[in-house]
């Protein structure tokens, strides 16, 4: 779930711009986890921030915080 105004591939830019113009900056981004990705769609998301060399991930579970919101589409757990 993203603002209409912000896609995919423009966020991603955003973060290779910022530590390609400040190499000494920390640059850090959040996955929000339970809207219906799949575990390749993650691989790719950790992917494509490594090539645009993001130092920081973060992952949060997404939480319905009432009836009005959306589901909890599935929790995406792993035995690793």
Do not use: N, W
Not at 9 to 16: D, F, G, P, T
Not at 55 to 78: E, I, K
């Amino acid at each position: 779930m993203r603002d209409y105004r912000a896609g995919y591939r423009q966020s991603i830019e955003v973060l290779r711009v910022a530590k390609s113009s400040a190499p000494q900056v920390v640059t850090k981004t959040s996955i929000m986890l339970g809207l219906g990705e799949a575990e390749e769609d993650v691989q790719k998301t950790l992917k494509d921030l490594r090539e645009a060399d993001v130092d920081v991930v973060t992952f949060g579970q997404y939480l319905r915080p009432s009836l009005r919101h959306l589901s909890v589409h599935r929790y995406l757990l792993s035995d690793r």
